[in-house]
């Protein structure tokens, strides 16, 4: 490939060659086939070059912006002029195929299109679908904790910052062709503000710039040309139509006069009769698929357009339901750089209603004069307030421009159906005089109001700074003073970085661990708390491993069952940008195995840190305020492996009372029937409760201790590195994840059986399960009961365990606590009418004494009687 640049001015006329446009005369048009007219006749402004640019473009002329007096209007792009939906993708779709053909199928098999913002967000999606390549536009929204990978300044705009914020950075890392997407080139001076940003980032050797029109001068081409020789790339243009603009030397002047002298004849917005009131506003709820982003300002790939093409069909029908019956005229209106999830979802339902009744626009942000004449592109104006709560210093106004019918009856649009984001969904859009949805209604007959869900984007890091918040070695995030920095593997946890963020405290050179019936001793004696300290852990035996070898093989597919139905009831009823925070530990690795369905099934790449609770002490504070400050809490989901009698649920529901979190606690089993969100209410094996840190990360369970948790500290936790030969983390998540594909159907089956389930709403009855078992056993303190087979397991490895009920004719599920207990010198009671499969109970009344010189519990003797259980 050659690096001489090529014109930046040509146009393309066959399959390989760029070719000059013809020179030409000023355009004539007459003042009914050119809205440029009554510009051209008041200003002397007058275009040349193609016998198109009448066909694309028309003039008005800008408010409020003192470096260029005129507004180039085009009537195919879909932003200030309604237009039928398939000429504005097509527009697009032709140009991204004209690309193709120039680039050859190699080339453009690599190559990545970059829009602009906010005009050209939904030319550049519609021309990347002609190329068939990835897509990223620009935007002037910012992320929090998502940092730019470049931005760029456009000189002649009214709000100029331009910001790009792939969620993947590699996107524009790559060697092949960028191909630049803009609505019309003026000077092309943002192209070269973006094309020597970009280079000097990640240089490469061809750039393809694209637009509907080319107006540049002589002195612009060449400009391009330089800058192009200078970097040494090879630089093509291919544009529908070229052409240039001629303008007085005093334009900015006739253009402030004409400002002036038309302003007070501008058509009012509203355009109704007098004695109409609003027109009534309907919410339909799109079904939108999980996880699809709904643009491409954090990146768009062909995996997402293609469940975009799937999807729209099912949509444009939810739509039509929302419409009035024998609606002729149907404006679709997106939301200022939202142009191309409404564009298409317009084309979809123009094919399902049949006819010519649709088209689409979008609002803005650009400030332009409206006159109510046919010779003039914006012939009507509404105005309201900024609803998306905009932080980047642009205008707090904005506007949607020839949607009010004004002097024009044959104007009026039936029904506006309004898209946009859920962050624009605020007060704002439907409070007050002036907002978007009251002058809506004022100026058609039915609003129709679909949200759609904004991407919230995880950034893809490579490991090892998988961190995205802060970097490696740091201890604060940035610009914090409060908040410690999560911990990531390998260096904290056996799990790889992206996989898990722990919010915790590395107390792995402390030494904690104390006997297990001196912790028992001091924390029923009311010494100490239970988190104060940790136990030793216990290193299981060959024959207890090779349980737990054949508790995996044996529930890894119903594992996955419960993993997937959780995973998919969460999308359903909280949407694609939900935020997953496990309970440290032992739900640390469902919450991964979640976090791995939706990436699995969904393509979604969510969010996962893990979180400490402490029964009596709540959740972690500092957790919550670094939750708080990095997500919307409403998106915050916590996750544990199952239920017991459902004490840290209630834990859970009172730490969270007026955070704005919400405390529904999500679990793979929940016999205690304490939570809502739950994969089955069986009480059966989960093979991570087996073990301990060796299945969870080589993670301890969690510590809170004065003196080495500050106030400002995460709780603490220790890694243990020394048990890696032993560390079956690893192993559990991927032969659980292996059976994903069998059971996906299954799962979303499942998660259709919960969300119709009339009995899914808890009922605590695991709780009084415990009470009863409490006292027909002598104990006065329910939280010495540890009901379900996970709580079972966890008292026979680091509690000093009394005695397990099991419930007669309880299988396979009970062999590993068999063998514990038999380990222990534990009895195991089968019962009837037991709701658990079994039941751990911790000693009552322990002391020293109360076990024999092995530390295995009494079997006999003067603390307790054998028939009862109570005190004798």
Same mark, same amino acid.
């Given at each position: 490939?050659?690096?001489?640049?090529?014109?930046?001015?040509?146009?393309?006329?066959?399959?390989?060659?760029?070719?000059?446009?013809?020179?030409?005369?000023?355009?004539?048009?007459?003042?009914?086939?050119?809205?440029?007219?009554?510009?051209?006749?008041?200003?002397?402004?007058?275009?040349?070059?193609?016998?198109?640019?009448?066909?694309?473009?028309?003039?008005?002329?800008?408010?409020?912006?003192?470096?260029?007096?005129?507004?180039?209007?085009?009537?195919?792009?879909?932003?200030?002029?309604?237009?039928?939906p398939s000429v504005v993708h097509g527009a697009g779709l032709e140009l991204g195929r004209r690309v193709r053909d120039l680039l050859g199928a190699e080339a453009a098999g690599r190559a990545v299109v970059l829009g602009y913002a906010e005009t050209a967000t939904g030319l550049?999606?519609?021309?990347?679908?002609?190329?068939?390549?990835?897509?990223?536009?620009?935007?002037?929204?910012?992320?929090?904790?998502?940092?730019?990978?470049?931005?760029?300044?456009?000189?002649?705009?009214?709000?100029?910052?331009?910001?790009?914020?792939?969620?993947?950075?590699?996107?524009?890392?790559?060697?092949?062709?960028?191909?630049?997407?803009?609505?019309?080139?003026?000077?092309?001076?943002?192209?070269?503000?973006?094309?020597?940003?970009?280079?000097?980032?990640?240089?490469?050797?061809?750039?393809?710039?694209?637009?509907?029109?080319?107006?540049?001068?002589?002195?612009?081409?060449?400009?391009?040309?330089?800058?192009?020789?200078?970097?040494?790339?090879?630089?093509?243009?291919?544009?529908?139509?070229?052409?240039?603009?001629?303008?007085?030397?005093?334009?900015?002047?006739?253009?402030?006069?004409?400002?002036?002298?038309?302003?007070?004849?501008?058509?009012?917005?509203?355009?109704?009769?007098?004695?109409?009131?609003?027109?009534?506003?309907?919410?339909?709820?799109?079904?939108?698929?999980?996880?699809?982003?709904?643009?491409?300002?954090?990146?768009?790939?062909?995996?997402?357009?293609?469940? =975009?093409?799937? #999807?729209?069909? @099912? +949509? &444009?029908?939810? $739509? !039509? %339901?929302? /419409?009035?019956?024998?609606?002729? *005229?149907?404006?679709?209106?997106?939301?200022?750089? =939202?142009?191309? #999830?409404?564009? @298409? +979802? &317009?084309?979809? $339902? !123009? %094919?399902? /209603?049949?006819?010519?009744?649709? *088209?689409?626009?979008?609002?803005?942000?650009?400030?332009?004069?409206?006159?109510?004449?046919?010779?003039?592109?914006?012939?009507?104006?509404?105005?309201?307030?900024?609803?998306?709560?905009?932080?980047?210093?642009?205008?707090?106004?904005?506007?949607?421009?020839?949607?009010?019918?004004?002097?024009?009856?044959?104007?009026?649009?039936?029904?506006?159906?309004?898209?946009?984001?859920?962050?624009?969904?605020?007060?704002?859009?439907?409070?007050?005089?002036?907002?978007?949805?009251?002058?809506?209604?004022?100026?058609?007959?039915?609003?129709?109001?679909?949200?759609?869900?904004?991407?919230?984007?995880?950034?893809?890091?490579?490991?090892?700074?998988?961190?995205?918040?802060?970097?490696?070695?740091?201890?604060?995030?940035?610009?914090?003073?409060?908040?410690?920095?999560?911990?990531?593997?390998?260096?904290?946890?056996?799990?790889?970085?992206?996989?898990?963020?722990?919010?915790?405290?590395?107390?792995?050179?402390?030494?904690?661990?104390?006997?297990?019936?001196?912790?028992?001793?001091?924390?029923?004696?009311?010494?100490?708390?239970?988190?104060?300290?940790?136990?030793?852990e216990y290193q299981p035996s060959p024959e207890y491993q090779e349980l737990f070898h054949q508790a995996l093989r044996g529930s890894a597919g119903r594992i996955a069952l419960a993993v997937g139905t959780v995973a998919e009831t969460l999308l359903r009823e909280r949407g694609?940008?939900?935020?997953?925070?496990?309970?440290?530990?032992?739900?640390?690795?469902?919450?991964?195995?979640?976090?791995?369905?939706?990436?699995?099934?969904?393509?979604?790449?969510?969010?996962?840190?893990?979180?400490?609770?402490?029964?009596?002490?709540?959740?972690?504070?500092?957790?919550?305020?670094?939750?708080?400050?990095?997500?919307?809490?409403?998106?915050?989901?916590?996750?544990?492996?199952?239920?017991?009698?459902?004490?840290?649920?209630?834990?859970?529901?009172?730490?969270?009372?007026?955070?704005?979190?919400?405390?529904?606690?999500?679990?793979?089993?929940?016999?205690?029937?304490?939570?809502?969100?739950?994969?089955?209410?069986?009480?059966?094996?989960?093979?991570?409760?087996?073990?301990?840190?060796?299945?969870?990360?080589?993670?301890?369970?969690?510590?809170?201790?004065?003196?080495?948790?500050?106030?400002?500290?995460?709780?603490?936790?220790?890694?243990?590195?020394?048990?890696?030969?032993?560390?079956?983390?690893?192993?559990?998540?991927?032969?659980?994840?292996?059976?994903?594909?069998?059971?996906?159907?299954?799962?979303?089956?499942?998660?259709?059986?919960?969300?119709?389930?009339?009995?899914?709403?808890?009922?605590?009855?695991?709780?009084?399960?415990?009470?009863?078992?409490?006292?027909?056993?002598?104990?006065?303190?329910?939280?010495?009961?540890?009901?379900?087979?996970?709580?079972?397991?966890?008292?026979?490895?680091?509690?000093?365990?009394?005695?397990?009920?099991?419930?007669?004719?309880?299988?396979?599920?009970?062999?590993?606590?068999?063998?514990?207990?038999?380990?222990?010198?534990?009895?195991?009671?089968?019962?009837?009418?037991?709701?658990?499969?079994?039941?751990?109970?911790?000693?009552?009344?322990?002391?020293?004494?109360?076990?024999?010189?092995?530390?295995?519990?009494?079997?006999?003797?003067?603390?307790?009687?054998?028939?009862?259980?109570?005190?004798?």
């Amino acid at each position: 490939m050659t690096n001489a640049p090529v014109n930046a001015g040509y146009e393309r006329t066959d399959e390989r060659t760029i070719a000059p446009p013809k020179a030409g005369p000023a355009v004539t048009a007459t003042p009914q086939t050119w809205t440029g007219r009554w510009v051209a006749d008041r200003a002397g402004i007058a275009l040349t070059g193609s016998e198109r640019l009448p066909e694309l473009v028309g003039l008005a002329l800008r408010s409020g912006n003192p470096k260029r007096a005129h507004l180039l209007v085009s009537t195919v792009l879909g932003k200030h002029v309604p237009q039928r939906p398939s000429v504005v993708h097509g527009a697009g779709l032709e140009l991204g195929r004209r690309v193709r053909d120039l680039l050859g199928a190699e080339a453009a098999g690599r190559a990545v299109v970059l829009g602009y913002a906010e005009t050209a967000t939904g030319l550049g999606h519609s021309v990347a679908d002609g190329l068939d390549a990835p897509y990223l536009h620009s935007t002037r929204r910012p992320v929090p904790g998502l940092d730019p990978v470049g931005g760029f300044e456009e000189e002649h705009s009214h709000a100029t910052s331009h910001l790009l914020l792939p969620a993947d950075p590699g996107l524009l890392a790559g060697d092949g062709p960028l191909v630049l997407v803009d609505d019309e080139f003026s000077t092309g001076r943002t192209v070269l503000n973006t094309i020597r940003d970009l280079h000097a980032r990640h240089p490469r050797g061809h750039y393809v710039v694209v637009a509907l029109v080319d107006l540049r001068s002589a002195a612009d081409r060449r400009r391009l040309d330089e800058a192009a020789a200078e970097l040494g790339v090879r630089l093509d243009l291919v544009a529908t139509a070229s052409g240039g603009v001629e303008l007085p030397e005093d334009v900015v002047a006739r253009a402030e006069r004409l400002i002036a002298e038309a302003a007070p004849t501008t058509a009012p917005p509203a355009g109704e009769p007098p004695s109409a009131g609003p027109a009534p506003l309907d919410r339909v709820e799109l079904d939108w698929p999980a996880g699809l982003p709904d643009g491409g300002r954090h990146g768009f790939t062909a995996r997402d357009r293609a469940r =975009l093409d799937a #999807a729209l069909p @099912r +949509l &444009a029908g939810q $739509l !039509a %339901e929302a /419409l009035p019956a024998g609606a002729r *005229r149907v404006l679709v209106l997106g939301f200022e750089e =939202l142009m191309y #999830a409404p564009l @298409r +979802l &317009a084309d979809a $339902l !123009a %094919e399902r /209603l049949g006819g010519d009744r649709v *088209r689409f626009s979008t609002t803005t942000r650009s400030p332009v004069l409206a006159v109510d004449d046919p010779g003039y592109a914006i012939r009507t104006r509404l105005a309201f307030p900024a609803h998306d709560d905009p932080r980047d210093g642009g205008s707090s106004e904005r506007y949607a421009y020839n949607v009010a019918p004004g002097s024009d009856p044959a104007r009026r649009f039936d029904a506006v159906v309004l898209v946009v984001d859920d962050v624009a969904d605020t007060p704002a859009l439907h409070e007050g005089e002036h907002a978007l949805l009251g002058q809506l209604r004022r100026v058609t007959d039915r609003v129709v109001l679909a949200v759609l869900p904004s991407h919230r984007p995880v950034p893809v890091v490579p490991a090892p700074l998988a961190a995205p918040l802060s970097p490696p070695g740091s201890s604060k995030l940035p610009g914090s003073s409060e908040l410690p920095a999560p911990l990531y593997g390998p260096a904290f946890s056996s799990y790889p970085a992206e996989e898990v963020a722990w919010l915790l405290k590395d107390l792995s050179g402390v030494a904690l661990e104390a006997p297990t019936e001196e912790r028992e001793e001091a924390v029923q004696n009311g010494g100490a708390h239970y988190a104060e300290s940790l136990p030793v852990e216990y290193q299981p035996s060959p024959e207890y491993q090779e349980l737990f070898h054949q508790a995996l093989r044996g529930s890894a597919g119903r594992i996955a069952l419960a993993v997937g139905t959780v995973a998919e009831t969460l999308l359903r009823e909280r949407g694609p940008g939900l935020v997953l925070a496990s309970l440290a530990r032992a739900g640390t690795p469902v919450g991964i195995l979640v976090r791995r369905w939706l990436a699995f099934a969904h393509g979604l790449s969510v969010p996962h840190y893990a979180v400490s609770i402490v029964r009596g002490r709540g959740i972690d504070p500092v957790a919550l305020r670094y939750l708080a400050a990095h997500h919307r809490a409403q998106d915050v989901v916590f996750v544990d492996g199952w239920t017991g009698k459902g004490a840290i649920t209630r834990e859970l529901a009172d730490a969270l009372a007026g955070t704005g979190f919400d405390p529904d606690l999500a679990v793979l089993a929940d016999p205690g029937r304490c939570v809502r969100t739950y994969g089955t209410r069986d009480d059966f094996l989960i093979p991570s409760a087996c073990l301990n840190s060796t299945v969870s990360g080589l993670v301890s369970r969690t510590v809170l201790r004065a003196g080495l948790i500050g106030p400002d500290d995460f709780h603490g936790a220790k890694h243990y590195a020394d048990l890696a030969g032993n560390d079956v983390s690893a192993l559990f998540l991927d032969a659980v994840a292996a059976r994903f594909g069998e059971v996906r159907a299954a799962a979303v089956e499942g998660a259709d059986r919960l969300a119709a389930d009339p009995h899914r709403e808890p009922d605590l009855a695991g709780w009084a399960a415990v009470e009863r078992i409490s006292a027909e056993y002598g104990i006065d303190n329910v939280n010495l009961v540890k009901p379900g087979v996970g709580e079972t397991t966890r008292v026979l490895l680091r509690r000093v365990p009394w005695r397990i009920l099991a419930r007669r004719g309880a299988g396979a599920d009970l062999d590993h606590v068999r063998l514990l207990a038999a380990q222990r010198g534990v009895e195991v009671e089968e019962v009837d009418g037991l709701p658990y499969t079994c039941v751990g109970l911790i000693h009552p009344r322990y002391s020293r004494g109360a076990t024999g010189g092995d530390g295995r519990a009494v079997a006999d003797g003067g603390t307790v009687t054998e028939t009862t259980g109570r005190e004798s």
